[in-house]
Structure formats: structure tokens, C-alpha cells
């Protein structure tokens, strides 16, 4: 059974970090791509940032680029997201996801999720 369990988040100032973490567990993960998705009230899921388990290739929206880092470490089945520079509108539930192939930005083809920690910005 595959668990993904998220760890990291809390309430912050804007310009500070966090680092987000997943632990992954139930399977081998080395063929799947991981992925950073957010969710602020009253919107719908988004894509954040995405890594291949496997060579470690990433891939960020736009709106993080620069400021988040997504890593993992295999020995320790984890994956990380480094956030710097936090912003009132980085404010969400962070969620980790897991999905079989390439990284993809729809929330609909990710197979496995986590339950999610939240982040909170303050200005």
C-alpha cells in the first residue's frame, strides 16, 4: 500500500523558507515522478514543482521558479521541497504525489497523493 506522508509546513513571515518533505513508502518508486501540488482556499489544486525519481530531472511552474528547489534522496525514499523568498500568496496545502512515468502538471494523472500540510505566509 502506497503512503505518501507530507511533513514541514507551517506558519512563516514573508522572505523566510521552509523545507517540505514526503516519505514515500509501499512500493519501488525508481520508474515514477513526484510532484509538489498546492491548494489556497477557495482554489483549485495546482502544480508546483515536479522531479523524476530516477535521474532527477525537475520541472517548476512559473510562479516558483527560482525561489522553490524540489530534491530527493533515495536512500531515505523523500522528497523535498525547498522554499525560499515565501510570498502571502505562497499561502496553501501543500500536497505530494506520486505517479507511474514522466513528470505531468494536471492533478489528474497523479495516481497516489499525501494528506497535505499546510503553509502560511504572513506579510
Known amino acids: 500500500q502506497v503512503q505518501l506522508v507530507e511533513s514541514g509546513g507551517g506558519l512563516v513571515q514573508a522572505g523566510d523558507s521552509l523545507r517540505l518533505s514526503c516519505a514515500a513508502s509501499g512500493r519501488t518508486f525508481s520508474s515514477y515522478a513526484m510532484g509538489w501540488f498546492r491548494q489556497a482556499p477557495g482554489k483549485e489544486r495546482e502544480f508546483v514543482a515536479g522531479i523524476r525519481w530516477s535521474g532527477g530531472s525537475t520541472y517548476y511552474a512559473d510562479s516558483v521558479k527560482g525561489r522553490f528547489t524540489i530534491s530527493r534522496d533515495n536512500a531515505q525514499n523523500t522528497v523535498y521541497l525547498q522554499m525560499n523568498s515565501l510570498k502571502p500568496e505562497d499561502t496553501a496545502v501543500y500536497y505530494c504525489?506520486?505517479?507511474?512515468?514522466?513528470?505531468?502538471?494536471?492533478?489528474?494523472?497523479?495516481?497516489?497523493w499525501g494528506q497535505g500540510t499546510q503553509v502560511t505566509v504572513s506579510s
Open positions: 504525489a506520486a505517479r507511474s512515468g514522466s513528470i505531468m502538471t494536471r492533478v489528474g494523472t497523479y495516481d497516489y
